[in-house]
């Protein structure tokens, strides 16, 4: 079963997922912003096209936020 929140197919290539491919490629600052970003995008627009799947895309993107956040707080 897809899990089309947290890890959907369409992003994974092989055995990396591309937010993790992302995260290789920026700072540890340009990837909390993206994160930010990904939030504000789709809090923006949950009511006009994905409803609750659109918060819940929100809510990982929020939550990544908040790992990348913590883990910049223990160095």
Known sequence: MSDEV???????????ECIE????SMTA???AGYL???CMKYLWRYKHKGG??????G?????????LEQEREKR
């Open 6 to 16: 947290n890890h959907p197919k369409h992003y994974t290539s092989g055995t990396t």
């Open 21 to 24: 491919a992302i995260r290789a």
């Open 29 to 31: 600052e340009a990837f």
């Open 36 to 38: 930010r970003g990904n």
């Open 52 to 57: 609750v799947q659109d918060l819940q895309k």
């Open 59 to 67: 809510e990982f993107y929020l939550k990544a936020l908040i790992h």
